[in-house]
């Protein structure tokens, strides 16, 4: 199986960008879809963002349209969350992970990275 390891969460103030970075080992991104989610102690892991095998990114969170996007560089093996006008409610921790194209089945969830948005 392979290995996800998410990095480039911290603090950061209310209006603020972060980067998070998922790095990918093998071939995962080539078969499969890819994921941002998040998840605090009130909410359950949330699917925020995709970017499919093929390129395709979508945004899927309403609350995070126009201000957070994913990508992926195929050369870094890295999935990318860059998130723009971050509010305290954006404070959570962040996973990636990868969703099998032929299986649908995803990996083991990784760590996760921490972003705490305040003032």
């Known amino acids: 199986q392979g290995q996800l390891v998410e990095s480039g969460g911290g603090v950061v103030r209310p209006g603020g960008s972060l980067t998070l970075s998922c790095a990918a080992s093998?071939?995962?991104?080539?078969?499969?879809?890819m994921g941002w989610y998040r998840q605090t102690p009130r909410q359950e892991r949330t699917l925020i963002a995709e970017?499919?095998?093929?390129?395709?990114?979508?945004v899927l969170l309403d609350d995070v349209k126009g201000r957070f996007s994913i990508s992926k560089d195929n050369t870094k093996t890295t999935v990318y969350l860059q998130m723009n006008s971050l509010k305290p409610e954006d404070t959570a921790v962040y996973y990636c992970n990868a969703k099998n194209i032929f299986t649908g089945r995803l990996l083991s969830w990784g760590q996760g990275t921490q972003v705490t948005v305040s003032s």
């Open positions: 970017v499919s095998h093929d390129g395709n990114p979508k």
């Open positions: 093998g071939d995962i991104l080539a078969f499969s879809n």
